[in-house]
């Protein structure tokens, strides 16, 4: 059986984005909201759990003290431009956070959101989320960390509103977060992993 996160599988259709969020407060699993659809997420393989503990942990230990903060996948973000409701597996928010309402469990202005790929979710989080958190007029960074092997893509938002990309395969390589300051090296992103 393959403990992948899949991609969305839609679970209910047409909602209000106001009956998603009452729903998915009281939920047991999350779920992931575009234009009045609903998508079940699933869990995640060893890869996914232990890339995802070391990012979180170089991340926090860089920004400590600091202005920017990491957030890991139950902060939900919604993107307000084309009714997104998404979880992405890290966050990096750099200014007071934005939220949609007073349960504080939804913002809107992520500076940072990486996701990390397998093989259920590399197409949707590459392609269509990529697409619609390219709206999040505050969003600087998207970047796309491999489960399956070592490989990261980094989209660097220019000041003309293009999205660079630079691509790192090597253990010896940093991976550099302008909006931060900071880098972390490929080598502790994927520590403990093995191919």
């Known amino acids: 059986m393959d403990s992948d996160l899949q991609e969305p599988v839609p679970k209910y259709n047409f909602?209000?984005?106001q009956q998603y969020l009452s729903?998915?407060?009281k939920a047991v699993v999350k779920h992931e909201y575009y234009q009045g659809e609903v998508f079940a997420m699933s869990g995640a393989s060893f890869n996914h759990n232990k890339i995802f503990s070391n990012l979180f942990i170089e991340l926090g230990l860089l920004l400590k003290g600091k202005k920017c903060q990491p957030y890991g996948s139950d902060l939900r973000v919604h993107v307000k431009e084309n009714s997104l409701y998404t979880y992405?597996?890290?966050v990096l928010i750099c200014?007071?956070?934005l939220f949609t309402d007073d349960e504080?469990?939804?913002i809107t202005n992520p500076t940072v959101i990486i996701e990390i790929l397998s093989k259920s979710t590399e197409r949707?989080?590459?392609i269509e989320k990529f697409a619609l958190c390219r709206s999040i007029s505050g969003l600087k960074e998207y970047i796309l960390v491999d489960s399956r092997k070592l490989r990261v893509?980094?989209?660097l938002k220019t000041d003309d509103n293009k999205?660079?990309?630079t691509e790192f395969s090597k253990v010896t390589e940093q991976l550099s977060f302008p909006s931060i300051g900071s880098a972390i090296s490929l080598s502790a992103i994927y520590d403990g992993i093995s191919f």
């Open 15 to 17: 909602i209000e984005p």
């Open 23 to 25: 729903e998915e407060r």
């Open 88 to 90: 992405p597996d890290i």
């Open 95 to 97: 200014e007071d956070p």
């Open 104 to 106: 504080n469990d939804t």
């Open 124 to 126: 949707y989080d590459r």
């Open 153 to 155: 893509e980094h989209y």
């Open 163 to 165: 999205w660079l990309l």
